[in-house]
């Protein structure tokens, strides 16, 4: 009789295994689906429009042969070594060199219009980042404000001060160089 408790006492401490490893499993999926849905519904709900990235190239001078960049103005790929002074600018900054300050973690803000009033007001919103927001004129652009992060583009006809500081909380400080010895 003895024999018959222990062996019966011993199956339900394994029922009992099993279903917490059960239990444990389902929650584990559960929580899995939940965190990948959040991750998808951050990355629908990220502003501008995506473009593939075009690598980390670096090139030595603005006249080095690269590939065509796919949007206007470029969200990635080959760059100058170096960086544009983060702020106000008056002149336009060549392709090459606001690129790298989109993989530095900046956000680009540029405008195609003789409009002192947009530039002003443009220019009161990047006043309030120190560094990784760059101004400045794109003349040759088809739209009349773009802003760029990496491999993002959002265009607007007029100033809309809150789409412009979502764009900047969403990419602003995201460094995009690649893992040391890639380059």
């Not at 295994?17 to 999926?29: E, L």
């Not at 519904?41 to 590939?67: I, M, S, Y």
């Not at 900047?168 to 040391?180: L, N, V």
């Amino acid at each position: 009789m003895a024999t018959q408790n222990r062996r019966g006492s011993n199956r339900t401490p394994r029922k009992g295994r099993r279903w917490t490893v059960g239990a444990g499993i389902a929650a584990a999926v559960v929580v899995a689906v939940i965190v990948g849905y959040f991750a998808y519904r951050a990355q629908a709900d990220l502003p501008g429009q995506k473009f593939p990235d075009q690598g980390n190239l670096h090139v030595q001078t603005v006249g080095d042969p690269h590939e065509a960049y796919n949007s206007t103005p470029p969200t990635s790929g080959p760059h100058l070594p170096y960086i544009a002074p983060w702020g106000i600018h008056t002149r336009p900054i060549t392709n090459e060199l606001q690129v790298h300050n989109l993989e530095d973690g900046g956000v680009v803000i540029q405008y195609n219009c003789d409009c002192p009033d947009v530039a002003e007001k443009l220019a009161a919103i990047v006043r309030k980042y120190p560094t990784q927001v760059v101004l400045a004129p794109y003349p040759t652009m088809p739209t009349r404000i773009a802003l760029t992060a990496w491999t993002r583009l959002e265009t607007m006809d007029n100033v809309d001060e809150a789409r412009i500081e979502r764009f900047i909380k969403a990419y602003r400080g995201i460094d995009h160089h690649p893992p040391s010895g890639l380059r």
